[in-house]
């Protein structure tokens, strides 16, 4: 029995989110079923990603490039960044091509549950930008989660000092909404009627 | 945005059974937030199997030979063989420590629904060993399914010139459920009260 090989791969395809150990060892029987159709294109896929994607380590986007390309745009307004917990909630506002300015990503959230404190996000990193100036307005993008919100308004403690405008998207998300999960529609509303931070 | 690779990776995950689209995305990120934790061993246990591992040309077994270890282990006992319908059959019964013999994966079961016929299993491989003699018995293991049941029951026509005897797992299987999900408790006992196809 290959239980060594299985074994790890079980393991490692048991860590993502969504797949648990049962559900881990059909798709290792899938991948080994179908090994042209199925595990070439992801190891192929997975090691592209490994080889080509790197964190931009100026706003923590993933891309090919660091900076990334959205850092690196010209064209971009760079008076408005964008501060986001991840890198999903990034693209979902890419996707809406609705803001035209820059980002911040944090990595997360403040939880007290999960122990997440202020050091263990991108926080200082986000208050070095602002303080190097050139920035008019800092959209604080959280999910509509308590924890989201909580965050939002320890950012904007940590930010009422600078010369900046302070907004954050406009409720009418969906309680307990997550960014990532919302149609276009409703994260452009969002942005559109964005509020600064009472 | 890093969209050609990221999309490649997504969809090579979606393609898993038990993930879609949405929860590909949040494996992907998942991914690429936790590099050194998750990618890397997913990498590396993904590049393992496709190095190492191959299907055997004997019984369809997965593992590091070919001849894999069960069909070149000189201490099972020839005279016996177990058919099943996937590898995963193979495995559960492996685990329960109670067939002594070698086996013979089909590689799926008939079904008019999904247009699977003889031909698209090892069915003329399975006929063609059981043709070059030197086996007694011949348990079929398929799953208490109605498919599973009527490859059971085509195989035992396919096989009734030969002189071996045919069994099947035992009933008491629950109806409708599938060897890889059964406790062994369960196993054991449908294998140790297998009776000759009637
Ligand atoms: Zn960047
Ligand atoms: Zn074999």
């Not at 179908?34 to 891309?63: M, Y």
Request: proline share 5%; glycine share 8%.
């Amino acid at each position: 029995m290959a239980s060594s090989e299985i074994d790890a791969l079980t393991q490692a395809l048991a860590r993502l989110p969504g797949l648990g150990p049962r559900s881990a060892r059909r798709a290792v029987l899938h991948l080994l079923k179908k090994r042209e159709a199925s595990l070439t294109p992801l190891l192929h896929a997975l090691a592209l990603v490994d080889e080509r994607l790197e964190t931009c380590s100026t706003c923590g986007n993933v891309d090919t490039a660091n900076p990334c390309s959205i850092c690196a745009d010209p064209r971009r307004d760079s008076r408005a960044l964008c501060v986001v917990e991840e890198v999903a909630d990034l693209w979902a506002l890419e996707r809406s091509r609705l803001f035209p300015g820059r980002f911040h990503v944090l990595g997360g959230r403040l939880s007290a549950l999960e122990g997440i404190r202020p050091e263990d996000l991108t926080i200082d990193a986000l208050v070095g930008r602002i303080g190097q100036g050139g920035i008019d307005e800092v959209v604080l993008a959280m999910n509509a989660t308590l924890e989201g919100q909580t965050t939002a308004h320890y950012l904007a403690e940590r930010i009422e000092r600078f010369p900046v405008r302070v907004t954050q998207l406009a409720h009418g998300l969906p309680v307990g909404g997550e960014l990532d999960y919302l149609d276009e529609g409703t994260l452009a509303q969002a942005l559109r009627a964005r509020r600064p931070v009472a």
